[in-house]
């Protein structure tokens, strides 16, 4: 049984050893994540880092789908610092993810859209149910998806990941595999990322740490240059909206 | 026809101006050995061909590392081996010549590292392709840095992590890890065909240089970080296994 639950509204963080859950459970917004939320699944993957009985972390959502995206009704951005201060969340979560030094397994089903598409690129293995919609549709607010055309590039390749952030096009689970966004698709994907997160808890730890490691090394870089030409665009979008 | 390297564990002949280097230890799967990489880079070296077919005896291409071998006694021994696996990659890719890998059967661990860093690539549609080294306590470093290029990231996180999540020939040829797909009795003909073309450009050394203008970064990284792990109990653990057998 899990034991000792963290708990934050609209999320929280099973810790059922050597197995970790963070679960989004928000439904009545489609389980967008406010910024509140997504401090927490910060420090949730910080207190996974530091806590040796857990070897894997499962991300997965509850109710009609995984994550709709950001919650855009809290973007409110007066200036540039205050639009780099809101950056921070999701880069540090997407890079503390990267950073983590055990595997991370998400399990989609129904929608992944915005928020929800960008942090398979942080994941090291995802499953999906047949159905599950995905799509990078920032595009649709005046935003980015940043992440996507930064750590997105040799994950899905440049001419998709064009494509994908320039329409914001939702596509379903077939594309998404060959995309590389998703990598099984399964009937029950909540029991499958179980079982699969478990497997991967098996190995040698030091050898996940390396292979994440290398596999991560680029990650910095990357949202740097996120971090960098991001504030603007969501300065001028507060506007728009 | 020339015979080769004889005891080296690589038969080494020619098929017109094309040399044809077989792993040939199928009692291992082919499994390398100091031995096999040496007799491979001089293979890959050799100037009087125009190019170079790599491929395996038997019903594979390599298994992997013969982990018999990995007996270090401390990180620099290890290192030694690194740094001798990683020569060969270079090699591959600095050879001014094509250099075309043919797969057939297991191209597991070093065998997957070694056809993704051929120039092409070309196998069975039942080939097996994967990297089992997590599952030894090992981490494949070279498909690491190389991989995400050829495969996008996403693809390589999964291989790398999951360990027994293997490849057929056919989803290599859709991922782009391999160019053409031949039944195992023409794969071999395929692979010179292929390679002779690939020589036949004018284009052909520019073209391979610009390619692997970022192989340095590809293959820095293992001589960096993999000794210790080498040395590590898990993979002493099982060496023992395979040992016994």
């Keep these: 049984m899990p034991d000792a ?81 809101f950056l921070d969340g999701p880069l540090d979560l997407f890079l503390a993810l990267e950073r983590l030094p055990k595997p991370v397994v998400v399990a989609l ?33 005046g935003l980015v998806p940043s992440v996507l055309v930064t750590r997105g590039l040799d994950t ?23 995309a590389r966004l998703v990598h099984v698709v399964v009937d029950d994907a909540a029991a499958a990322a179980d079982e699969v997160a478990r497997e991967l808890a098996g190995w040698a730890p030091e050898a996940v740490e390396l292979v994440k490691a290398l596999l991560g090394a680029g990650a910095a870089d990357d949202h740097d240059r996120a971090r960098e030409f991001m504030p603007p665009v969501l300065v001028q979008v507060a506007v728009s909206l | 026809m020339t015979a080769g390297t004889a005891g080296s564990g ?47 005896g038997g019903a594979d291409f390599s298994a992997g590392d013969d982990v018999a071998i990995f007996d270090f006694p401390d990180a620099e021994a290890a290192r ?54 997590i599952v030894h306590g090992a981490a494949p470093p070279n498909a690491i840095g190389r991989g995400p290029d050829v495969l996008g990231r996403g693809l390589v996180r999964e291989l790398a992590l999951r360990g027994r999540r293997w490849l057929t020939g056919v989803e290599a040829h859709r991922y782009g890890l391999v160019c053409e797909l031949h039944p195992a009795d023409g794969l071999l003909a395929a692979a010179v065909a292929l390679a002779a073309e690939a020589a036949s450009s004018p284009a052909f050394r520019s073209a391979k240089r610009l390619l692997a203008l970022d192989a340095e970064r590809a293959y820095g990284l293992a001589p960096l970080v993999m000794p210790r792990l080498l040395a590590s109990p898990t993979v002493a653990a099982s060496r023992a296994r395979y040992a016994r057998g």
């Excluded at chain 1, 390749?157 to 060959?178: C, D, S």
């Excluded at chain 2, 080494?12 to 792993?23: K, M, N, Y």
């Design chain 2, 80 to 133: 030694a081996f690194v740094v001798e696996v990683t020569r060969l990659f270079r090699l591959v890719e600095s050879a001014p010549r094509p250099v075309v890998a043919a797969v057939d059967g297991y191209a597991l661990g070093f065998g997957f590292e070694l056809a993704l860093a051929c120039d092409l690539a070309v196998a069975t549609p039942d080939a097996v392709l994967g990297l089992p080294e």
């Design chain 1, 156 to 178: 899905a390749f440049r001419r998709r990941v064009l494509e994908l952030a320039l329409t914001g096009r939702r596509i379903g689970v077939e594309e998404a595999l060959e």
């Design chain 1, 109 to 141: 089903h129904g929608f992944a859209f915005g928020f929800g598409s960008e942090v398979l690129l942080a994941a090291d293995c995802v499953l999906a149910e047949p159905g599950t919609r995905l799509g990078f549709a920032e595009i649709d607010h």
């Design chain 2, 10 to 56: 690589v038969r080494v002949e020619r098929r017109g101006d094309v040399l044809v280097a077989t792993i040939d230890r199928p009692h291992r799967r082919n499994a390398a050995d100091l031995d096999v990489y040496r007799a491979l880079e001089e293979a890959v070296g050799d100037e009087s061909a125009v190019a170079c077919v790599l491929g395996g």
């Design chain 1, 5 to 85: 639950p963290a708990a934050a509204p609209g999320l929280r963080l099973e810790v059922e050893p050597p197995l970790a859950r963070i679960v989004i459970d928000r439904d009545e917004k489609r389980n967008a994540l406010s910024i509140p939320m997504l401090q927490a699944m910060r420090r949730f993957v910080g207190e996974v880092a530091g806590d040796d009985r857990v070897r894997a972390l499962v991300l997965r959502g509850e109710g009609r789908g995984f994550c709709a995206g950001e919650d855009v009704t809290g973007f409110e951005f007066p200036d540039v610092e205050t639009a780099e201060r």
